[in-house]
């Protein structure tokens, strides 16, 4: 990648995208902006527990994916999540109520911030670790080619799962059993605190599909448009063609890791050149230069998401704690008993 | 095809007509594993079954067990039926990150929005000198985990039923069969013979001293039983079938009748099957007893090549009975 943060080459160029749909994308772009800045400020208040990783700056990247999509292609994604929960439709309340552990949550408080899942709208949930999550979307793949089926799996993951072997696992057999997957890695460049060229060998990270023969190009992930594009051609190849496709999206996270990093290590100038480029300010000019908004339309969406955030986090507030006797719910489809405290006992044999 | 199913079969033979039946059943069901489908399983366990059903029911793949137990894992969330088979147990340790963080919490962690219906059927065990890396008996570590139903039939017609109860459970099931066992002949059930998980057999009925132990340990056991019966001492041997669901209601049942107690278990002795079994028959029995429990484990070390240091790792019968004897001197 170039010093001043462009990836430089193969983009998608110029795309005429629908003009309700590029509304719509910049719509959802803001609303999961505004939605994980509530969403930091609820972690300061002590409203939301555990790990809070965001994907502020990564908007495009996230947007563009889900979008480029059909609506019944399934998902899986990482521990950074909301925007793909909220992107898919996913109702902010419950994603907002699932940060908070309230039993109004998406997932009734039992999997929070990491462990979102709107199954109804295919999308196949966050999962906490690294790479872990790649092979369940092969299989989601896999049942689609196994039923004749004609829909996509997608599965996110970020520069640092590509260095997990079962990445390199799963791309032989996406392509060996050609099933229809794309592989979408945003690559916000920095594992954790570790940048990718101190972990990666090779730093062009889509080049890992080309030992399994599987087509693949790098996109401008601050550029939605560019997303969008690169995400309905792959998913296109991979609905017709029945084949996996790799993309990268070169993409940047404003905030640390997760709340609880610092963020000390990234050099403060490349911050404040990513920032630059962030990718709601150069959509919205796309969307005003070409005329699909105007000042007002935007002032009106922004209004709107603020709104509906400050909804979500009055509802989840207001939300009734997950009822202690939901411990031991769910823990099987099939349960034969629900005492926490030695459940793998039938009933009656504790004497 | 189910209905020509003999009466009588090896538990290999066994486990194969749960599968075929099973395929035969349910265009859901489909096997994944390697060398499963041309080679016919490393110990043909899947023999015939892709010249029956064809390469889109019967998968192999290549040596990548944590992408194709992840696989799996995708496919039940969607629906299908996998049935994933692990060469031997110890190529599951390179999947456990898919077993333990995904099969098992997918349920749970989402509250409850998608179930994860596969079977990831392995044989375990050791006595073949196969050494450190090959001989593992793992029960232990996948009773530990909430989540997983974990089963480990002993009998022909255990192996069966259990696994077709597996294969149409909605949850995850770690199937663990034995090595030593693949060979053994006995009865078997038809297509609709299946056994609910959580209910022990009673292999013996006795009124001296109750013996538990699941899957070869079980014939361990018997062996055991056999010996001291010769003594005049009355063993009841209970093979609980599932560790977990566990059936610690016929365990305890037989304990307060007995009041004696020999937990058997092929793995290691620290944080093991055995001292599971024990702490559960205290904490149910702890007033019935007349003795502390004694616990016959395979031997705190990695298993060793040589054929008389495994066969000293190993619990053996007359390890077993030993024990019988130690805990009745004790309550006497």
């Known amino acids: ?63 563009g994916s889900v979008f480029g999509l059909r609506p019944t292609d399934p998902i899986t994604s990482t521990y950074r999540e909301h925007g ?91 392509k060996l059993w050609n099933l229809p997957v794309v592989f979408f890695c945003l690559n916000n460049q920095y594992g954790m605190g570790t940048a990718v060229d101190r972990a990666s060998a090779e730093t062009e990270l889509f080049r890992r599909a080309d030992a399994f023969g ?4 790098r996109v401008d992930g601050m550029d939605v448009l560019a997303v969008h594009q690169a995400v309905s051609d792959a998913a296109h190849h991979a609905r017709t063609s029945h084949d996996p496709v790799m993309i990268e999206a070169i993409a940047y996270r404003y905030r640390g890791h997760s709340m609880s990093d610092p963020d000390k290590t990234r050099p403060e100038d490349e911050k404040a050149r990513w920032r630059a480029r962030d990718p709601l300010v150069t959509f919205e000019r796309v969307l005003l230069g070409e005329g699909i908004v ?34 031991a719910d769910d823990v099987y489809a099939h349960p034969w008993n629900d005492d926490p405290r030695g459940s793998a006992l039938m009933p009656g044999g504790g004497g | 095809m189910s209905s020509d199913a003999p009466a009588t079969a090896s538990y290999r033979e066994a486990l194969t007509q749960a599968m075929r039946e099973e395929l035969a059943r349910d265009d859901n069901v489909f096997l994944m594993g390697e060398d499963i489908g041309l080679f016919e399983g490393s110990f043909k366990v899947t023999r015939g079954l892709l010249k029956e059903f064809g390469p889109r029911r019967v998968v192999d793949t290549p040596i990548s067990e944590a992408g194709f137990v992840g696989i799996g894992i995708g496919a039940a969330m969607s629906g299908l039926r996998p049935i994933i088979e692990l060469m031997t147990v110890n190529f599951s340790i ?53 989540g997983l139903k974990v089963a480990c039939p002993s009998t022909p017609y255990d192996a069966k039923a259990l696994l077709k109860t597996a294969i149409r459970d909605d949850d995850p099931v770690v199937f663990l069969e034995s090595e030593g066992l693949y060979a053994k002949k006995g009865p078997v059930g038809g297509p609709d013979d299946l056994l609910p998980f959580g209910q022990a057999a009673v292999r013996r009925q006795g009124a001296d001293c109750t013996i538990v132990a699941v899957s070869r340990m079980v014939w361990i056991a018997l062996a055991a039983a056999e010996q001291l019966a010769a003594d005049g001492i009355d063993c009841e041997v209970i093979d609980p079938r599932t560790t977990r669901p566990l059936d610690l209601e016929t ?42 429990v004694e616990r016959v484990t395979a031997a705190d070390v990695p298993m060793p090549y040589a054929r008389n240091l495994e066969q000293a790792a190993l619990p053996s019968a007359d390890a077993v009975a030993t024990a019988v004897r130690a805990t009745l001197a004790r309550g006497a």
């Open chain 1, 84 to 174: 793909q929960a909220l992107s898919r439709g996913s109702d902010p309340r419950a994603v907002m109520a699932e940060l908070f552990g309230r039993e109004t949550g998406l997932c009734g408080g039992h999997g929070g911030s990491m462990h979102l899942m709107d199954r109804e709208r295919a999308f196949y949930g966050g999962y906490g670790i690294v790479g872990g999550s790649i092979p369940l979307a092969v299989g989601l793949g896999f049942a689609i080619a196994y039923r004749g089926e004609d829909d996509v799996a997608l599965v996110m993951f970020g520069d640092g799962a590509t260095n997990q072997g079962v990445l390199t696992e799963s791309l032989n057999m996406a």
């Open chain 2, 94 to 146: 390179v999947a456990m990150d898919q077993i333990v963080n995904n099969a098992a919490k997918i349920h749970y962690m989402f509250g409850g929005q998608t179930a994860v219906p596969i079977v990831i059927r392995m044989p375990g065990g050791a006595g073949h000198q196969l050494a450190a890396q090959h001989s593992h008996s793992l029960e232990a570590w996948f009773t530990h985990i909430p």
């Open chain 2, 251 to 292: 365990i305890a049942g037989s304990v307060r009748r007995t009041n004696h107690c020999v937990a058997v278990d092929e793995g290691w002795p620290e944080c093991g099957l055995a001292a599971n079994i024990a702490t559960h028959v205290y904490e149910s029995c702890f007033d019935w007893l007349d003795a502390p």
């Open chain 1, 294 to 327: 105007s000042s007002d339309d935007l002032a009106a969406i922004r209004e709107a998401n603020l709104a509906t955030i400050e909804d979500a986090a009055q509802f989840a507030a207001a939300s009734p704690a997950v009822a202690e006797s939901a411990l």
């Open chain 1, 214 to 217: 599987i087509p693949s190009r």
């Open chain 1, 1 to 63: 990648m170039a010093d001043d943060g462009s990836v430089g080459q193969q983009t998608a160029g110029p795309v005429s995208a629908d003009p309700g749909l590029m509304r719509q994308m910049f719509t959802v772009m803001h609303l999961v902006r505004v939605f994980e800045e509530r969403a930091a400020e609820e972690y300061m208040r002590g409203n939301i527990g555990g790990f809070l990783h965001l994907a502020i700056g990564e908007e495009a990247a996230v947007v």
